[in-house]
Structures are given as structure tokens and as C-alpha cells.
């Protein structure tokens, strides 16, 4: 496609003007960034240039910043209007030359097109990327793709908006072209207020208007002052109507003639306290009736008059031209004979209340058949009649009709996207997705509604239902439980799922009610009465996943083509929700189940009782490289490690599974202490090239006869930069065992030396090794995590091995952690007893 498309240039353009980043984008593209763990998330509208109106991440471009589209990646995204991913942009020749990815801005990038409603332009690009190389799956693609639809349905209501306030400003400069002006005086505070036509009308600028009546003395020829005060005083007295003409001398000394029209309102205890108003120039019409009548023929708008009988006195050439009928036959007829179905209508209404009450008119009305149209209507009431003037604002009203059902479409679209972000963030599933989405779309598109999932055994199960009137929401549930069992095989809920098509149902109770057998399902459904309904199945990647059932009451209109429409564009993007969920599901099932394999049981030596967890992250779809080990070297001494490998991907997972082999090899085979054993593992990393960094921490327990003779074990420990071991000793206290300098991450500088620090326990003492996804985190400074990880510590000590780390974990990490956790414990039990029944059975291999 070539970039240089016209139509393609102006879809774009007419977007980017109007749009810009609000909440309902930024959550968005927050999500993106959550659900990918990308480091940068942006999205580009493309018309000419490529304008960025929206990021999330770590800032790379601003919103509102323009570069030619030939410049960017996401030109690669509008040629092929297909998404286009790259591991490493810099290796690609295609893309390496870009400015931003010269800059080390973009390295790993993904982009998925845009396109506007009608399908045909990409209107923009939504990208995730980052300045590190990263493969990029088919989950990914799925899930930015998945994304776009409701990108693209931000900006759309975001455009719209726009749009219809500039039809707003328009219809207000038609009107302001009758060149009436309107005033406000607040008797009360002696403050007058002109709209902007009032003050053109009578040459004052907004800065020098005084803003008190000496703005109209001011203006007044000096021969109207006296009579203008005097009718101006007997309005307010009387409190009434009133109506005036005027001379006006303007500063220029051009002298025009004003007609005014208004009336003096009262408050609650009958003190007149306003005078309102409306005022025209009308010097040409003291210049002669003949150049009146140019002026209104000349009008583009249609104008006519009626005599107080409700006769046509005048009628323009639009006027015309807009009703339908000759001058001839206006002139002189009776405007309720002519236009009888103007009866008891708005126009009367308005009509008859303008001449009642000597009030300015103006309103918005349908007249039917056979003039067919909608009008906008100005009423100005005199003694000899009522002058008006209208506009056909037919196409005006269907373009404004038309873009509020757009804009409640993008409104339901944005309540179904938020409702489904938040269950996917919250990990609620398909069934907690499912019930969110049905609270969406009631009442827009129904009053009631019923959703169904496909278990894992293939059968169809209602899991709930929801009603706009709350007191019937239960009977909603309870006609879900009974539905399914006593629907015949003929039901429109089974042909939506056998056709995969929307089932409109015209009567619901034909197709379904008066089948129901008697009992429990028969009440709840006639309780409901629905009175028409609309089936239509979840279906994505060509398998059913559920279905919805969309019910409407007998007072309201069945669902029509654009609603259906509008139905069927909810159930596939709520398919595709479920089913990118049950993947992100499978996924994380599938990571932990792998992680989990890489870690095997701990040893449990004589009266050594040790446990180990491993918490996956509650928003991890892939796996980590959180690790533990407890194992013993051919000497007997027990050997408790524990790491931490920077990342949280495949390649995470593999340098975690190579590191932990390598330090229980080299611990194993050369029986060494923990700093030797570091060290040697970081320089087997360089030698074979495993490029990684990780935190570690490795401590051996040792004993002599003299040592076990007196109840006490050594514990001799090391640390790679990792969170510092904690010591709960007999007498309750909890130590905290680290050194004033931490030691190099593993990966950073292998021939740098490594210490080594030995503690001397009490038997009795409980040793704790734990990584830093279970005191760190946006929401837990580490020094406050392990602060508070001490303090449960010494409140909890007494409880059994197991049952404390199970409490430590949900303790410090109630709603899950964004990160991997993984914990190892020993507890020495003393040797002058047996081993404790709550140890367990002594599990050792025979070498030691």
C-alpha cells in the first residue's frame, strides 16, 4: 500500500486533530504495557506525519510530538497493513537506519495497524517495544491485535466529541445571522448583561462595556433618554411586558434605530427583580417597508408573519419554498387550517404560549408529514401578531442523531473494554469477564440478560445473569440455574450456537415461555416476562466459548439492525477476551508447572528440618528466575542456597536452571565453603558464557562432636548482592545477617574476591533465605519489606516449620506479588531428642 494514499492521509488527519490521550486510552495503553511487560507502549494516529497521542511506560516520545511517517517503524506497520514485529530492529535492514532505533530508543519492537470504522484506512499504529532485543510470540501479536479495537474506539468518541461541538458552534452562527441581540438585567445587583450580538448592535467591545444600565443611557439619542427611562419604569412597575423602539447615536455618530422587546419577571415574594429581553436593528425598516421586504427575501433563512386571528400576513421567498405552498396560498389562509397537523403539537404549543405571554420563542420541533422535517424556530410576539423564523435543520438533527448513537456505541465499546481490562487485570477469568460484560451492556442494549460458558467438559452452563431493576436480579439468577435443563432443542439460544449467527427472537414467549414446563423455571421466566430477545454465540479462533441472551421488556422497542449490529461487535470482542484469557491462563499454569520442575524437595537431614515455597508472580505469564536449593555435600554438612536471576522470561528461566545446576555441581564436588563456591560459579558463568546477572546467598551448617556435644551448629554463609538471611533464635530475638558492603552480583566481575561471615546458632534457631519479590515491590520500599519481615518473624516463630512459612508468605504478600517469591527455611531441632514428629521422616541420600 503506498504510504502517499489520499483517502488514507485524510482518515488519519481527521482523527489526529480531534484526538488526544484521556483516561479511557491511557488505561488502555496501560494494559498493553501490563499484559505484554513491555517497557514502552505508544500509539500514533498517521495521516501525513505520524503524530504520538498516547504512551504508557518509560517515556520515549511526549503526546503531541510529529515525525514523518517515513521516519518511523510504524510505517512498516501502515504499508502492510498487518502487524510487524522485530527482535532486534538494529539487525534488520529494513528498519536499522531509523532515527529511533540509531538512537537505542527501539530495539525489540511489535505494532499492530489501526484501522477506522469502515475497515478499509490505517488511521494509526499501536506499538510495544523497548531498547533490548525480545521474541516476540504469537500470544503477544494476539494480544496488541486483540487491543486495537477498543484503541481505535477511544479515539473514534474522542473525534466525535469534537465534531459535534463545532455542529454546536455552527448552529450558533446561523442563528446570531438574524442579528437579534439579548439582554439580562438584574435589578437586584444593578448589573446588565449583553451577548455578543447586543454589543455589535450597539458598537461596545467586551473590555469597555460598563456592564450597568449607563451602557444603553450612554447610547441613546438625547432626545429617547426621557421616553426610554419612562417605559423602561412603568415595565418594572407594572411587571409585565413591554415593547420599544428607540433611537441610537453611536460613537461614530451614525444614528440607527432599535426595536426592543422584553418583560419584567418577579421573584418568590412578587418583587419584580429581572427585565429580560431581546433587541433588532431595525433602521431599515424606518427606511421603508420596501427595503424591509428586500431584507427578508434576501434572507437565507425562512421567515413569516401572523396576524393575532393566526392568519399569513407575510411569507419570504424561503418560507416558501420550506412549507411547501405558493405565496398565494399563504397569504390571508388560517395556519391551523393550512397545516393541521401543526395541531397540538410543539409548533402550537410555542406558537400560542409566545403570543400569551409576549415572550421570545425558541425551540426545536418535528413537523410530519407532509412537510417532514425538523425545524429550529425563533418566536418574536408583537401587537400585531408574531413574526418567526425558522431553519430546516433536518439533515443537521439526523447527522446529530446519528453521531449520538455513534457516540453511545463508542461509550457501550469503552464500558465493555474497561469492564474487560479489569477482570483480565484481576485475573477473574472468564466467568468474572462474563459477568462484568453483562453489567455493561444492561440497559444500553437490553433489560435483562443471561450469560453461558463452555466448561472444560463441553457443556453449555448459564454462570449468572443481571437485571436494570435490582429487586429482579435474583429471579434472573434463579430462572439461569433452571433455563438450560428445560430448554427445548429448538430454543434460539442452541441455533445461535449451531450457527455461530446472531438469533433475533420476535416473541419470546411463543419461542420459549409457553414451552416451559410447570414449576420453579416456568415462574421465574413469566416473573420476567421478556417480550423479544436476541442469542448470539462467543465464538473466537472458530471455537465456542459461551454465548449471551439479551432480553427486552414489553415496553420497549425490539433491538433494530444498528443495535444488533452494535451486539454482535461486543460478543466478538468479549470472545476474544475469554479466549485470550483462557490462554494467558494456560500459559501461566504451564510457566509455574515448568518452574516448579526445575526445583526439586529439600533433603531432611537428622533433627535439620527443612522447607522450601515457590509463589509464582499473580500476573506472570511466562516463567521467572526465582530459585532455591537445599542439598548435602559428601562431608555432611547441609547447604541451603538461594537466588535471584535478572528477568522474568524463557531466558530467565534457562540461566535460573543453569546457575543452580552449576553451584549444586561445583558445591557438591568440591566440598567448598560458600565464598568458594560463589566464586567458582561466577567464574564457570564467564568461562561458559553464560551471559546473566542473578543475586545469590549460600550458607552451609556445620557441626563438630564438640559443637553437637554442646547444642550449638555453625552457620557459614555468602552473599551475591542478595536480601540479607534472617536468624530467629531460641529466645525469640531475630538477627538480621548481613555485612556493611554487599558483595558483587553474580555476572558483574568474577575475579573480584568474595567474603565469607560464620554465625555460631543455638540448636532451636530458625534460618529464613527468601528472594526479594517478598518484601520489595511499587507498593514496599525492600528496607521496609524486610523490617516487616523481621517483625513477623518474632510474632510468629512459634509456629510449626511449615505453617510459618505458609503465614510469612500470606502475611507479607496477601493479594500476590508481582513478582516471583521463593523462600527456604531450616529449623535445628535439638539433638539430645529424638527427631520431632513434625520434622518428618529423615530423607538423606547414602553418601554422607
Aim: with cysteine; aromatic share 6%; charged share 25%.
Amino acid at each position: 500500500m503506498s504510504l502517499q494514499d489520499r483517502d488514507r492521509i485524510a482518515a488519519g488527519g481527521r482523527m489526529a486533530v480531534a484526538s488526544t490521550s484521556g483516561p479511557g486510552l491511557q488505561r488502555l495503553l496501560d494494559l498493553a504495557a501490563a499484559l505484554l511487560a513491555a517497557p514502552s507502549v505508544g500509539v500514533a494516529l498517521v495521516g501525513e506525519v505520524q503524530t504520538v497521542v498516547g504512551t504508557s511506560g518509560r517515556p520515549v516520545w511526549q503526546v503531541g510530538v510529529q515525525r514523518r511517517l517515513s521516519d518511523t517503524l510504524g510505517r512498516t506497520v501502515v504499508a502492510a497493513r498487518a502487524p510487524r514485529a522485530y527482535a532486534d530492529a538494529r539487525a534488520d535492514p529494513r528498519v536499522a537506519d531509523l532515527p529511533a532505533v540509531r538512537a537505542g530508543d527501539v530495539v525489540g519492537y511489535l505494532g499492530v495497524p489501526l484501522f477506522e470504522a469502515t475497515g478499509e484506512h490505517v488511521v494509526g499504529v499501536l506499538a510495544a517495544f523497548g531498547p533490548e532485543p525480545r521474541t516476540w510470540t504469537d500470544a503477544d501479536v494476539a494480544m496488541l491485535v486483540q487491543l486495537a479495537g477498543p484503541v481505535v474506539s477511544e479515539l473514534e468518541l474522542t473525534a466525535m466529541t469534537a465534531e459535534l461541538e463545532r455542529s454546536r458552534l455552527r448552529g450558533d452562527l446561523a442563528i446570531e445571522a438574524a442579528g437579534i441581540g439579548i439582554f439580562d438585567w438584574d435589578l437586584a445587583a444593578d448589573r446588565l448583561d449583553w451577548d455578543e450580538q447586543m454589543l455589535r448592535l450597539l458598537d461596545y467591545d467586551r473590555e469597555g462595556f460598563p456592564g450597568t444600565i449607563r451602557a444603553l443611557l450612554d447610547r441613546l439619542h438625547p432626545d429617547e433618554v426621557d421616553r426610554v427611562r419612562s417605559v423602561i419604569d412603568a415595565a418594572v412597575a407594572a411587571g409585565g411586558p413591554f415593547e420599544l423602539e428607540y433611537r441610537a447615536l453611536l460613537p461614530s455618530g451614525e444614528e440607527r434605530w432599535m426595536a426592543s422587546r422584553g418583560r419584567a419577571l418577579r421573584d418568590g415574594t412578587g418583587a419584580v427583580t429581572r427585565l429580560l429581553g431581546a433587541v433588532q436593528d431595525v433602521t431599515r425598516q424606518r427606511h421603508g417597508e420596501a427595503a424591509v421586504a428586500r431584507v427578508l427575501e434576501s434572507m437565507p433563512a425562512a421567515f413569516f408573519s401572523l396576524a393575532r386571528d393566526w392568519r399569513f400576513s407575510y411569507v419570504n421567498a424561503e418560507a416558501e419554498r420550506l412549507l411547501g405552498r405558493t405565496r398565494e396560498e399563504l397569504i390571508g389562509g388560517d395556519i391551523w387550517e393550512l397545516f393541521p397537523s401543526a395541531v397540538d403539537s410543539d409548533f402550537e404549543v410555542h406558537y400560542r404560549g409566545a403570543m400569551d405571554t409576549g415572550e421570545l420563542a425558541v425551540f426545536q420541533a418535528y413537523h410530519p408529514a407532509p412537510l417532514d422535517a425538523w425545524y429550529e424556530v425563533r418566536a418574536w410576539p408583537s401587537a400585531d401578531g408574531l413574526s418567526v423564523y425558522f431553519l430546516d435543520v433536518t439533515q443537521r438533527h439526523r447527522a446529530e442523531e446519528t453521531a449520538r448513537q455513534e457516540t453511545e456505541r463508542l461509550a457501550l465499546l469503552a464500558r465493555v473494554t474497561d469492564s474487560l481490562s479489569d477482570a483480565l487485570i484481576s485475573r477473574r477469568g472468564g466467568r468474572g469477564a462474563l459477568a462484568q460484560l453483562m453489567q455493561a451492556v444492561v440497559p444500553g442494549l437490553g433489560d435483562w440478560v443471561i450469560g453461558s460458558l463452555v466448561e472444560d467438559d463441553g457443556r453449555l452452563r448459564d454462570v449468572g445473569g443481571w437485571h436494570r431493576d435490582p429487586e429482579l436480579r435474583p429471579v434472573v439468577d434463579r430462572y439461569a440455574e433452571l433455563r438450560l435443563g428445560a430448554l427445548r432443542s429448538t430454543a434460539p439460544i442452541v441455533a445461535a450456537l449451531a450457527t455461530g449467527e446472531l438469533t433475533v427472537v420476535p416473541d419470546v414467549a411463543a419461542a420459549v415461555g409457553n414451552g416451559l414446563p410447570p414449576g420453579a423455571v416456568s415462574e421465574a421466566y413469566w416473573t420476567l416476562d421478556p417480550a423479544t430477545a436476541v442469542a448470539v454465540a462467543l465464538i473466537a479462533r472458530g471455537r465456542v466459548l459461551g454465548a449471551m441472551s439479551v432480553y427486552r421488556s414489553r415496553d420497549r422497542a425490539p433491538m433494530d439492525a444498528a443495535e444488533q449490529a452494535l451486539l454482535k461487535e461486543v460478543a466478538d470482542r468479549v470472545a476474544l477476551a475469554l479466549d485470550s484469557a483462557a490462554l494467558h491462563e494456560q500459559q501461566r499454569r504451564m510457566a509455574e508447572e515448568l518452574q516448579r520442575s526445575l526445583l526439586t524437595a529439600p533433603p531432611e537431614p537428622d533433627h535439620s528440618e527443612i522447607v522450601v515455597r515457590y509463589v509464582p508472580a499473580v500476573q506472570a505469564a511466562q516463567v521467572g528466575g526465582d530459585w532455591y536449593d537445599a542439598f548435602l555435600q559428601p562431608g555432611g554438612a547441609t547447604v541451603l542456597a538461594i537466588g535471584d536471576v535478572v528477568g522474568h522470561d524463557t531466558v530467565a528461566a534457562a540461566a535460573m536452571g543453569q546457575l543452580r545446576s552449576l553451584l549444586r555441581g561445583i558445591a557438591y564436588s568440591s566440598g567448598g565453603g560458600p565464598a568458594a563456591v560463589l566464586s567458582d560459579l561466577d567464574r564457570a558463568m564467564a568461562g561458559l558464557q553464560v551471559r546473566t546477572l542473578a543475586t545469590a546467598a549460600v550458607a552451609r551448617l556445620e557441626q563438630t562432636a564438640e559443637e553437637r556435644a554442646q547444642g550449638l551448629t555453625r552457620l557459614r554463609w555468602s552473599s551475591a548482592g542478595h536480601p540479607p538471611l534472617l536468624v530467629l533464635h531460641p529466645d525469640g530475638r531475630v538477627e538480621e545477617l548481613a555485612t556493611e558492603r554487599a558483595d558483587l552480583l553474580l555476572g558483574v566481575a568474577p575475579e573480584r574476591p568474595r567474603r565469607e561471615q560464620v554465625q555460631v546458632l543455638r540448636r532451636g534457631a530458625t534460618v529464613v533465605l527468601y528472594t526479594d519479590g517478598l518484601v520489595e515491590g511499587p507498593d514496599l520500599p525492600l528496607d521496609d519489606g524486610v523490617s516487616r519481615l523481621r517483625q513477623l518473624l518474632g510474632e510468629l516463630g512459634e509456629l510449626p516449620l511449615d505453617q510459618l512459612c505458609d503465614q510469612l508468605l500470606q502475611r507479607m504478600r496477601p493479594g500476590g506479588s508481582e513478582d516471583d517469591v521463593a523462600l527456604v527455611a531450616v529449623r535445628l531441632h535439638r539433638e539430645d531428642r529424638p527427631r520431632p514428629q513434625a520434622a518428618g521422616p529423615e530423607v538423606v541420600p547414602p553418601t554422607p
